[in-house]
């Protein structure tokens, strides 16, 4: 790579932050209806920003709800070309008084940038472009071509993306996709997340007899709901925490051993899990360790149950009535329609007599994966390592980013996760805040990664 | 028994009614303190009448309630004692516009007695007196000697009577303990109710981690308070509905030839109790009928259970507690203060990795029973079939009645529950009545069972 692009960022540091500090000015709250016109605002912002570094196609596209901005330079013929997600809507800001700069009034403190968007995602979509920017001024080209696809309804759970993907396929095609929405491991650990689990889920409702019974009079008689329901989720387990609902694993991707070598060389430390979370033992499926329980196999989890007497003492009734409420995390390459069936099925088969269940489905979202080994995770392994200078820790991620799974539905793409944040930077909560060693790194590192990319997809 | 006994209760009968009306005039309700007063009044009342039929030693004894009104006739030398244990109290009369008649003006419709109290338990109360009186005055003596027990306290859970059962356990002592406050099975069909289920509990409290997790990041890394929970719970039944807890049936009666013949004469419908709760199955432990389920088995049903969400739709939370409220119905010879050891035992024995449960105990009662072929109950199915000319039907109840139990316990002594109330009655509701055939036909057997018992033991 051409050492003017490094001299090139660190010349312009102050200029970009000064332009950063102009975004980040813009209340771009998407959740408040009384920020329509600044969420628009930024829109226009961003899309001015992509002209400005030589973006062509620039356009602010109408959705449902905030628009979509996006801008490609498509020059690089024969080359991979890149669509980079991001994001110019943020959280609120409450409550304000908790902030100790303006949230709008971006600040540097001790070599942190703070401001709302700082990290989630306004400075991390920032970089991207001025990433670009360095080297086209300093190059005259780019290696890659480049697509950008920018939203402003994350932070309200991206209700009109995964249609305005859908409708714009051709325009959003490409060959990887890069998302700098998620956070380092840990301070000075570049880390790349390469997959993410599923989730589908079901409601379970119980109904025994017409009403709740006096336990005196009836009790031994009738089957009581909260039984009823107990058998059934006790049910789901067997004792090595295993799920038991019939093809649930079948089509888990077993973990490999590149895979396994690179969790256990990120000397992860249960007992500080331990000791955060006030527990005397963790728990869960049997031959796994925390980390692949919680990254790469899947779950089954209750999140609530309720029936009968909740109050005060003691009150002698045989409830008529009970629930749970039940969602699992899903790894690839398990389907959410085809386990939630299983799960009914499973259901069915372990209702006990005397009872009528009956289910209502959640919201399902798939899991996803960038194997591994794909060269486009290689390629932002070794961008990040030539300018961190230590290994890039490969991780998995226990929870969901809806976007990231329909965009990997609907475009059929590799997903980079190449996140620049840290997991103490207050995202969505007062005196969020950058570490601007992660600005100047990751910048370089972007640079580094197209180059990266062109030689290896 | 002499025919003229007879003849006074028909000479006297609207005598007798008019005495109840006046009785039933005092709106005695123990649970409102505005009627203090008419309690009070009550009591007075009652404790003139035990006077005017020729009781001694009639005193209101003062408790840190209402008065416990006493009295005794005790020159049947060499005979059986008989304490009639009744209440002057009653339930209130909400709501009002309900009411067909003034619930304090007693009026006979249909060959019924409209009034609150009319059959729980004035009348019932009342027809003792006359009874007594009644071959008292038609033979100058009396069969057995008696003492009275009536309270003011009943409809409020009996607060007061043990503690004075205990200071005057002397002054109470008798041979049998007669009570009419209960119900025949049906209109027609006398019953004696010769066993009662005890009761004791107590709240399961599951914590897992200091706070509910995401189900995300932690779900598979670490225990679910409701699944710990579940997990318990459901130990407490096998497949067949028998309670698992170990011990919990050693000391259980079995039911013997006698009773089981009893409960099958009684030709119970299963079918009407499905109908009648609106169930496709009645269910309970294996190899026995929903009779002996609910009347001579023990039981552990879960009153109440809560953990986690419990709003509209999915929150994929891992929850870091839950709750289980469960209590068990006791049978002869269980030891309330020794199940809840066991149960104790079991739930620390079944508590799985990662939680931390503790327990809360509940209000205890003991199961009541006076055998089945005692003289003094033969002696009552005796006296009824005289009256009623069917086979008496003898029954045991589900539920507790609290103060039979400590009865049972401080005066260790035999006791008949001789009810003379129809379960359509309306006890506790708007248009209590009472059928003046069972007032008429229940004073006669009270009659001839003084007789039977002079006999019998």
Redesign the interface.
Known sequence: MNPKIQDYLHTNREAHLKELTEFLSIPSISALPEHKDDVRRAADWTAQALENIGMENVKVYETNGHPVVYGDWLKAEGKPTVLIYGHYDVQPVDPLHLWDSPPFQAEVRDEKLYARGASDDKGQTFMHLKAIQAVLETTGTLPVNFKFCIEGEEEIGSPNLPLFTEENKDLLAADVLVISDTGMIEKGKPTICYGL?G?C?L?IDVR???SD????????????A??A???I??SF?NENAEITVEGFYDKVLPLTDEEKEAYAALNFDEET?KQE?????????KGYT?LE??WV???L??????????GE???????AE????I?C?LVPNQDPEEIVELLQKHIKAHT?????VTTKL??KGAPFLTPFDHPAIQAAGRAYEKVYEVPTSYTR????IPIVAAFDQILNVPIVLMGFGLPTENFHAPNEHFHLENFDKGMLTLCHYWYELEKSI
């Open positions: 689990r989730l889920g409601q025994g007899a017409k019974l006096h336990s005196g009079l009836y009790g031994g008689g009738v089957q009581n909260i039984h329901l107990v058998d989720v006790n387990h899990v979370l006030s527990v005397s033992d963790l728990y869960g499926e925390y329980r919680t196999r899947p779950t989890e209750v999140n609530g149950i309720y029936g009968g007497f909740q003492g003691i009150k002698t009734v045989l409830p009970a629930h749970a409420k969602t995390r006990p007599p005397g009872v009528e959640f919201d991620g226990g929870g969901s």
